[in-house]
């Protein structure tokens, strides 16, 4: 890894399983996935020495940025989005992104710096009915 540290880069891209104040079970850590980067971005994030990741799903080329601690979002004028608003896969946001490099072994990861939502998609899970489950 280079000395001389890439500035972090403002992307746009869709939000997908935002876990930003819940720890993700198999991380362990507060996370957020941000997709359907456009080529620019890519190349962007991939300057920075990170790898996006493309599984051939709706998410088309996607980073997961990872916190030991909760995640602040704001919405679209600025104002941080309440804890209990739980943010849905397709919302639209802009992140300014960094990375760091791993502490043991070698490698670097994608670290969210501040991101605005400004398209929220509010998931809600009131279509799971007991009374029709099967």
Not at 41 to 58: H, L
Not at 72 to 77: A, F, I
Request: hydrophobic letters at 35%.
């Amino acid at each position: 890894m280079s000395d001389n540290k890439p500035s972090p880069i403002t992307i746009r891209g869709s939000v997908y399983w935002c876990e930003r104040n819940k720890l993700n079970k198999y991380s362990n850590k507060y996370q957020v996935q941000l997709g359907n980067l456009s080529d620019k971005a890519v190349e962007a994030i991939e300057e920075m020495g990170i790898s996006p990741t493309n599984k051939g799903d709706d998410r088309g080329f996607f980073i997961v940025m990872k916190s030991n601690n909760p995640m602040r979002l704001t919405d679209s004028e600025g104002v941080e989005i309440p804890e209990d608003v739980l943010i849905a896969n397709g919302s639209e946001a802009i992140s300014v992104v960094g990375y760091y490099d791993w502490p043991i072994g070698e490698g670097r990861s994608p670290s969210m710096i501040k991101m605005k939502v400004t398209n929220l998609i509010e998931y809600n899970d009131s279509y799971v009915s007991e009374a029709e489950a099967l």
